[in-house]
């Protein structure tokens, strides 16, 4: 089959992840979860107590640090795996300081670099759904669908609460609300590869949607540019 690149950027909490899962198994694509290997460099740095904004430590940690995306087991709760050294680590990347580390480590040029490298060698050539906050920019340029999958704030506080309770921790909406406002600061105001909607990306407002419809949104405008 012909590769079929989409990539989807968007905030925190906007539901890439889960659309992109949905839209992989019902398409038949391959699920690849860019922050994944971001919160993995995280994790290795406070294993190592190592600053997540000291670039030049940090990218020594990046450089003698396996981290594969592999196929999630069976009965995995997760539509992916992460190992880290060969180490599961897919169920602690997705804690509070991980997440705050990861975008911490986004932050370095060098770190983004590589990053963009790996991402690229594990797309070439397969039909893929790709999703972070510069997929369309530097990953996959040439996507044949790019979108920027987005929700208001106040929507995307509400799910990332839900997230908390599926973990088994309560966190008030005013803490969850100034988080998610400190993350968009902070991806959307790094200097290198910002968090953006690109030109020629596609813009879904995901805001009052359920998964399945936005999937069916994504779907249709597919099908409206022949790539289905």
């Not at 973990?167 to 590869?193: H, L, N």
């Not at 009052?208 to 419809?213: D, K, L, R, V, Y």
Request: hydrophobic share 40%; proline share 5%; charged share 30%.
């Amino acid at each position: 089959m012909k590769p079929l690149q989409i990539a989807i950027d968007g905030p925190v909490a906007a539901g890439k992840g889960d659309i992109s899962a949905r839209l992989a198994r019902e398409i038949g694509l391959v699920y690849i979860y860019t922050g994944a290997m971001y919160r993995a460099l995280a994790l290795a740095c406070i294993t190592r107590s190592v600053p997540r904004k000291e670039a030049d430590r940090v990218l020594a940690v990046l450089g003698d640090t396996d981290i594969d995306l592999v196929e999630p087991d069976k009965d995995s709760a997760f539509p992916y795996k992460v190992l880290l050294g060969g180490t599961d680590v897919t169920d602690r990347i997705s804690d509070p300081d991980v997440s705050m580390g990861a975008s911490d480590v986004s932050t370095i040029p060098e770190v983004r670099q590589e990053m963009v490298k790996r991402q690229q060698e594990i797309a070439r050539g397969k039909r893929v759904v790709m999703e972070g906050r510069d997929i369309g920019l530097r990953v996959l340029p040439d996507a044949r669908l790019k979108i920027y999958l987005t929700a208001s704030l106040e929507e995307r506080v509400k799910r990332r609460q839900l997230q908390w309770q599926a973990k088994g921790i309560t966190k008030p909406f005013d803490e969850v609300y100034e988080e998610t406002k400190d993350r968009d600061a902070q991806d959307m105001g790094r200097s290198t590869d910002p968090l953006q909607k690109l030109p020629d990306a596609w813009l879904l407002d995901s805001t009052g949607m359920t998964q399945e419809q936005v999937v069916n949104a994504v779907k249709t405008e597919l099908h409206k540019r022949q790539l289905l």
